[in-house]
Each structure stands twice: as C-alpha cells, then as structure tokens.
C-alpha cells in the first residue's frame, strides 16, 4: 500500500474560526470544563507510556495543568478530538518546541483505537498548520514500540528522518524513538492527488 492510496479527496473544512471537521470528527479547542473528560480519557498507560510528557496515573490536576498551558503560543494549535455527537475521544495539534520548530503530536483514548481516527484527526491538524498557520515543515516522533502510531505518521505522508532518545515521564525512563517531518510541498502533491483521485 502506497502512502496515496488512502488519502482522502478533502481532507478538512473550518466549521468556524477556532473548529475543524472531518468526515467524522470535530476539532475544537478545549475549555476548563472538559478537565474531566481529558482526565478519564488519559489515564491510561498505554496512552502515557507512548508520550514523553503525560504523567501516569493522570488526574483531574493533571487536566487542569494541561488546559492551562496549552495553545500558549499564537501559533500553537491544540484540539480535543470529538465525535460529531460531542464524546471527547482524544486531542491532536501542533505546538511550537523550544527549538522553534513546529512538532505534531496526538493521542485517543484506547476505547477509540483502531478505528482511524487518529489519523484523521493528524490530517485536519497538518492541514491547518501548513495552510492557516503558515508553517513549511511539521516534525513528530512514535517510539519503536508504538507501530501503530508511526504508521498514522506514515499514511500523513510524514518521512523518516532518524532515531532519538526520549525521556518519558511516565515510566521514569528514556526510550528510543523513531522521528519524522512532513514538507508542506509534500502535503500539497498528497491533497492535490486525493483531489484528482476522487474526481475521477
């Protein structure tokens, strides 16, 4: 299976300034009171220990901890991932890293696993970052452990570009992960293909 073979005609709409849809999601910025969704969700370590920076146990501090410091920079884009019926299921977005460089990051609850949502969500997160907030490269990371979320990474059309040593807190450790970067040249060819291949 080719990276293109999957890729969806249109990937993502704004549905207003600060939500994005998909076929079956909604993106939308978190509030103070979906702490205790978030806290439910990622209190999980199967979520934890595949992230460098979520704590487990995760509790309801936890949330609010993490609802107060994220979208912290202008250029920072962080979402709930939400079924169109309103069930929180996950977050996704892009945050601006010590080094400047712009990093795709993503989890789901584990009830919602394997159903594609992750990578659904990672598109309409891409799409905004490289056509609404003007960035030319993503980068993010799966630990080799984590086959499933490398390829989500993969199926966006994200390239391979080396191995690093992680601390995770969550288990008190550091692990290897393997590191990718998307081009927005090679996102545009990847809409533009799904474009044309629908039209077909």
Known sequence: MTLQEDRPAETVRAIDPSALQTARLTLRPP?????????ALVNDIR??????????????????????????NARDATYLITLHGGDV???????????????????IGT??????YA???????IDHAFTELGWDELQSGARISNPASRRVLEKCGFQWSGVGLYRI?????????????????IWSSL????????AM
């Not at 009830?111 to 594609?116: A, I, N």
């Not at 807190?169 to 040249?185: H, N, T």
Request: hydrophobic share 40%.
């Open 119 to 125: 990578t659904e969500a990672a598109r309409a997160a």
């Open 89 to 107: 299921i996950g977050a996704c977005g892009v945050t601006v890293r010590a080094n400047g460089k712009a990093e795709l990051g993503y989890w």
């Open 191 to 198: 809409k533009d293909w799904g474009k044309a291949e629908h």
């Open 47 to 72: 979520i934890a220990q595949n992230t460098t920076l979520i704590p487990y146990p995760y509790g309801l501090s936890d949330a609010h901890e993490w609802l107060r410091a994220i979208n912290g």
């Open 31 to 39: 509030c103070f009171e979906d702490a205790r969704a978030v806290a």
């Open 169 to 185: 807190r969550s288990i008190a450790s550091s692990a290897p992960f393997d590191r990718f970067r998307l081009e927005r040249g």
């Open 111 to 116: 009830q919602y696993w394997r159903q594609g």
